[in-house]
């Protein structure tokens, strides 16, 4: 395989950063093809694109499937932009090398290898024995890598991405002492979370925000405002939408609650001690115990989810006990915080429980990532720091 820097493309390969970042643009275009990675491909020919392909979600043809279809003849002599290594293995569908080889693709681009096992180097080397060329475009492998940070994780630490959200006002509060807190952000942030939900193989709660706000976590996708684009790539997984996960020690959900009779699978962990569903009442939910302590373990939870039920992404939307208790095991991969333009006093609910800190350099700190303005809110996006 050839390794090649944008700085060092032969001339007649000059358009080929436009390629490799549209394959990138149509697999960022999928909210989730969980468990399976998000993938874009597009197909060149004589330096003109003659089809494009993405994988909208499990079961689903891959994106270079989708390409080979579209393209069909002309295909033979091309050269396919994927943006990761293709597949070799039988999953629900056929390998995609064979795919690419038997449509006599002459060239594979490609931004870096897939990490699971069951391809990992495999693609790149049955491409290679049956002639066709691949090329590694090094300089585009930190996008690649983003854009299915949730996949990678759970393939390379067996557990999914942590994303937590949290909406808060400008002092910091979540609910007033009263506990009344509908609603703090305005409805373009409230739609983005369901953007985010919709992103997500699994949405996580405490047992705190069921039984005090009894929310459904459900996504709704008319809330959505949803780009032409990603309406096309996404149709199928929204008929798929996340699991809903709540941490509940001692099984305290009510059996009325919205969770369990809106639509769509729920979880709960609990614990050993807790009493059966049966006697809790509990029904339209499976029950898993985490660890072995008298409370709920979160990285028993993680592990579970990404080994058992396939998540690559997790999205945390709990209240100051379980948030608190997320960041202080240093599970969180990404804080997306909603702040609204609005004071709820001193006396209102905190963001987190997070006690004891003594000195400045104990203090958790953030990389700003990214801040959007939505309607009157503000979105910031923040990775954790090491420290
Ligand atoms: N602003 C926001 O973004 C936002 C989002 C969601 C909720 N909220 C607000 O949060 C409030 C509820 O807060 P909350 O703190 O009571 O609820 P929570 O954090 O959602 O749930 C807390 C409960 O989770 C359970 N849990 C299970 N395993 C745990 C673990 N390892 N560590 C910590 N907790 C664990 C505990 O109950 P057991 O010990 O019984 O298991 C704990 O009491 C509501 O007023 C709601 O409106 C705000």
């Known amino acids: 395989m050839e390794y090649v820097r944008n700085s060092d493309l032969k001339p007649s390969w ?3 950063p436009v390629h490799m970042q549209r394959a990138l643009d149509l697999a960022e275009s999928v909210l989730t093809a969980c468990p399976n990675p998000r993938v874009g491909c597009v197909l060149v ?7 494009e392909g993405w994988h909208s979600a499990a079961g689903a043809p891959h994106a270079e499937a989708m390409a080979l279809e579209a393209a069909g003849p002309a295909a033979r002599g091309g050269v396919a932009f994927v943006s990761l290594e293709p597949c070799a293995h039988h999953g629900k569908t056929g390998p995609c090398s064979e795919a690419l080889i038997a449509a006599g693709v002459a060239t594979v681009v490609i931004p870096m290898q897939d990490p699971h096992p069951a391809v990992s180097g495999k693609g790149i080397a049955q491409l290679e024995e049956a002639g066709v060329e691949v090329i590694m475009m090094v ?4 996008a690649a890598r983003v854009i299915n940070l949730g996949f990678l994780s759970r393939v390379e630490r ?6 937590m959200k949290l909406a808060m006002s400008l002092d910091g509060r979540t609910a007033l002492s009263n506990g009344d807190s509908k609603w703090i952000t305005d409805g373009a942030s409230r739609s983005d979370v369901q953007l985010l939900r919709a992103s997500s193989s699994a949405v996580l709660t405490g047992v705190g925000t069921v039984l005090a706000d009894d929310p459904s976590l459900t ?4 809330e959505m405002g949803l780009s032409a684009d990603q309406q096309r790539s996404n149709a199928l997984n929204l008929q798929n939408p996340p699991l809903r996960v709540v941490l509940d020690s001692a099984l305290r959900t009510p059996a009325q609650s919205k969770l369990l009779a809106a639509q769509g699978r729920v979880l709960i962990y609990t614990t050993a001690s807790a009493q059966s569903a049966e006697l809790a ?13 008298a409370r709920v373990e979160l990285l028993p939870v993680l592990e579970s989810l ?4 396939h998540c690559n992404d997790i999205l945390v939307e709990a209240g100051p006990t379980l ?3 997320f960041l202080r095991a240093r599970l969180v991969d990404e804080l997306i915080v909603y702040v609204a333009p609005k004071l709820m006093g001193s006396d209102g609910k905190a963001l987190l429980d997070l006690h004891g800190i003594q000195t400045m350099a104990d203090t958790p700190t953030f990389e700003v990532i990214e801040t959007q303005q939505l309607e009157g809110d503000v979105k910031l996006r923040l990775l954790p720091q090491l420290n």
């Open 14 to 16: 000059c358009d080929w």
């Open 45 to 51: 020919r004589d330096g003109q694109v003659i089809s």
């Open 139 to 142: 300089d585009f492998e930190n």
């Open 158 to 163: 067996g557990r999914p991405r942590v994303r």
């Open 219 to 222: 996504v709704r996708p008319d």
């Open 281 to 293: 009442g509990l029904k339209n939910c499976d029950l898993k115990v985490a660890g072995s302590e």
């Open 306 to 309: 990404a080994s058992e039920y």
């Open 323 to 325: 948030c608190g208790a």
